[in-house]
């Protein structure tokens, strides 16, 4: 296969800078005509920052919430309770970088969960052993759902929904609705509730895994591939890109990353629920579409989904310390959902006039 980068993100604006003189409406007033672009990019780019940094200071400053919002204690709790869901949307992450959206990832996660506290605390298999068996399920669910998305056809929406379900409902069959919460081992435990330097373990954990598919989104010949068949996968399989393995492969880590996310939950909450996982899905799509109206607009990334689980995050934890009524959190996360499906299209649509127009100045 060759490994020709597809996408021409790179080259093109050099190209443009070297044969591309300015256009007769840049001439006289470049300054204040790129000055004024550039603070527009800006703010276009990191808007969804600035207001998780001004909520932030909004709830540190408020009567009701403002000792206990700006407690360490309040940051380490954010810290820990969001490492499971950043997982969750990471993992939620690669098959929508190559156009599909992927439900299951919330059930792979509580079945991995179960997986890794059945082998361990119920079979007597040693942790690393359950471990493994754990995150090879989840792969083995992300290549089952591949296999029918890109070489079957199967539309992605009905194929993880439908496993979704499958393992929602074999999880209740197993457990009967019982939790599984003795026998679980305790060094697994303590990754969810013990501190490196002050700092949770299990966000370190978290942030090594976001790290992890930063670098394969962003700094490997996968990533570049994966991002061009999301863009316009007709087109990259003329350039000779394998599409539907490259969407294999997608949905093949997708259930990895949600496998660690399951283990992570299990070693949080130090019991594997009964829970579908229906429950981690919509934080999770939640954050990465939001994550795609910052940073890099139109398309999901890493630091985007970051931000957008910080903004989930510090607006739910404000409105508890203020007194919120319960059903609050839900209908917010509701609103945040709307709100970042209309702004992604948004993006989506002024990025493409933008690409046209550096594929001309090219």
């Known amino acids: ?46 808007g969804l920052l600035l207001l998780v940094a001004g909520m932030a200071v909004v709830f540190s400053v408020l009567p009701e919430s403002g000792e206990a919002f700006r407690s360490v204690g309040n940051a ?150 994966l991002y061009a068949v999301g863009s316009n996968a007709r087109a990259t399989q003329l350039l000779g890109v394998d599409v539907r393995r490259t969407q294999l492969l997608a949905f093949v880590g997708s259930g990895t990353v949600a496998a660690v996310g399951g283990v992570l939950l299990l070693a949080r909450q130090g019991a594997a629920t009964s829970d579908s996982g229906m429950s981690m899905l919509f934080p999770a799509l939640t954050a990465v579409l939001l994550g795609t109206i910052v940073v890099d607009l139109g398309r999901p990334s890493v630091p985007g989904t970051v931000i957008g689980i910080l903004f989930v995050a510090v607006i739910v934890s404000g409105l508890a310390l203020v007194g919120a009524p319960a059903w609050v959190s839900p209908v917010f996360n509701g609103a945040a959902l709307l709100l970042a499906v209309g702004f992604a299209r948004l993006a989506r649509a002024r990025r493409g006039p933008r690409r046209v127009r550096r594929a001309r100045r090219a």
Not at 93 to 117: E, K
Not at 130 to 138: I, R, S
């Open 76 to 225: 380490r709790a954010i810290a820990a309770n969001q490492g499971v869901g950043l997982v969750v949307a990471l993992a939620l992450l690669l098959p929508l970088a190559a156009g599909h959206f992927d439900f299951s990832v919330g059930a792979v996660a509580a079945s991995s969960s179960l997986v890794t506290a059945a082998l361990s605390a119920q079979h007597g298999l040693p942790l690393v052993v359950a471990v493994l068996v754990a995150v090879a399920f989840g792969a083995a669910v992300g290549a089952a759902l591949g296999w029918l998305v890109a070489y079957l056809e199967v539309n992605p929406f009905i194929s993880t929904l439908g496993a979704a379900t499958l393992l929602g409902g074999a999880i209740f069959a197993y457990t009967g609705g019982l939790q599984i919460t003795s026998g679980i081992p305790p060094q697994l435990t303590a990754v969810g509730s013990s501190q490196v330097l002050g700092v949770p373990v299990i966000a370190v954990v978290a942030a090594a895994v976001a790290v992890a598919v930063w670098l394969l989104t962003a700094r490997t010949a996968f990533g570049r591939r």
């Open 1 to 46: 296969m060759t490994t020709t980068d597809p996408t021409p993100r790179t080259e093109a604006p050099a190209r443009a800078s070297q044969t591309s003189p300015p256009g007769p409406s840049e001439v006289g007033r470049p300054g204040t005509r790129t000055g004024l672009a550039g603070l527009s990019g800006l703010g276009e780019r990191y």
